[in-house]
């Protein structure tokens, strides 16, 4: 140290002590972690635009070797290092400091048996939360088996929803199909686990799911609790304002006006993965919760219905219609089901190109067609993937790939689609 000034680096992420003495620092950037005295703190950050850790060093010298620490491991950088970091604005298209020092944490802890404590094991299901309780029907049909391809191949969001209600046994399925336990195992040491169709870290399956019923066959309006080990739902008091709003937001988020036929709400009770793990219960929580949107859009696929998972909502507000405690269970997910539209709004094609330079490298041999749609937008395809039809009222169409998005083709580009498109029309014998 040698009187130079110096500013905290822009990577670091705060937090007090439980005892209030002492800041807990974590280093975005390298995932360092380190703890602080609260006095020694202070004193650093009275002036943050200009540390002289000399000057801290001379007042208080038994900080002096800490103060060393912190240049070393780069928490407090050269003042003209901060100001160029400040110039370039580092955090342009890339994760703020507190997503940084959250995803550093992750490949630190996991499961250490001997941290645990098999005499507290969590619940694996929560306490009932009501009286009224109704029971689902189990619909174990032909209607949803479809081939795996055909569900992976279909499997899109859609916020086009179509009227009317959505049947209850296809509401009953999904759920079947999605969430619920199809038997319980007994773990030495880490006590009764469920079966489930989607994973879970150590099987401890923290996620809860609270359907909104907005419109569904022979079901009231509501929010429920689904119970997946007895496969029915429990009624939660809630008022028809807040699950309007909540709706309104939803759809906000998706960017439509049409509302789905169902809303599930879903939480994590952190209880059951922080037992069984450190350091990375939070990052298997999200990852579970993908895990379940996967599900429930191929569940989605299987039954023809319309699915929509939902990035953003208003965790709070929620957790206060739940009557949660966000310290133990909060929500991660939101997921938007109702039937199809079926007239969705078409895209038209204005211009058809043919481009021998293909992205897809082998997988597409006899090159590629660019299709510019009228909105501006383009959209590159495999010339195998696209096959043209006609519709009812003799408007010729283009089929782009196996999901059969369709899109009108322009009178002006009809005999370029045609000699283009001619030899990718289905051929005898093909699927």
Sequence with gaps: MTGECYRLSPYCVFSLGANGKSVHVVHGLYGSRFEIAADLFGRLFEDPERIVPDEVAAAVPPAAA????????????????ADALAASDPFIDRLSPLELAFHRGFGEGGFVREDIDPTAIPPATKPPLGTEVISLASHATGED??????CLEQRRSSR?????????ARFERFLEL????????????????SVRNYPSAGARYPLEIYPIVLSVDGLTEGIYHYRPLGHRLEAVPSDRAHRDALCDAA??????????????????????????????????????????YQTMYLAAAALDLAPCA??????????????????????VGLFALGNRDDAPPRPRIVAVQRDTK????????????????????????????????????????????????????ADQCRDDALLLLQSSMPKPGRD
């Excluded at 800490?66 to 290092?81: F, G, S, V, Y």
């Excluded at 709070?316 to 310290?327: F, K, V």
Aim: proline content about 6%; overall charge negative.
């Design 178 to 193: 999605t969430c619920r336990a199809k038997a319980l195992r007994e773990t030495p040491g880490l006590g009764w686990v």
């Design 66 to 81: 800490a103060i060393a620490t912190l240049i070393e491991e780069k928490l407090l950088i050269p003042a003209d290092e």
């Design 358 to 409: 293909s992205p897809f490298a082998t997988d597409a041999p006899d090159g590629v067609i660019e299709l510019r749609f009228e909105d501006g937008t383009r959209q590159v395809v495999p010339r195998a993937e696209l096959t043209l039809a006609r519709s009812p009222d003799g408007t010729i169409c283009c089929c782009i790939g196996r999901r059969c998005d369709i899109a009108d083709i």
């Design 310 to 331: 939902i990035g953003a909502f208003p965790e709070r507000a929620t957790a206060e219609m739940l009557g949660i405690d966000t310290r133990d269970e909060a929500q």
């Design 251 to 292: 759809c906000h988020r998706m960017g439509t006006h049409n509302r789905p036929a169902a809303l599930f709400i879903i939480t994590a009770v952190f209880a059951r993965t922080c037992w069984k793990y450190r350091g990375m219960s939070y990052h298997a929580i999200l990852m579970e919760t993908g895990a379940l």
């Design 160 to 168: 086009a929803f179509g009227p009317g209600a959505l049947s209850r």
């Design 145 to 150: 088996e479809i081939s795996l391809r055909t």
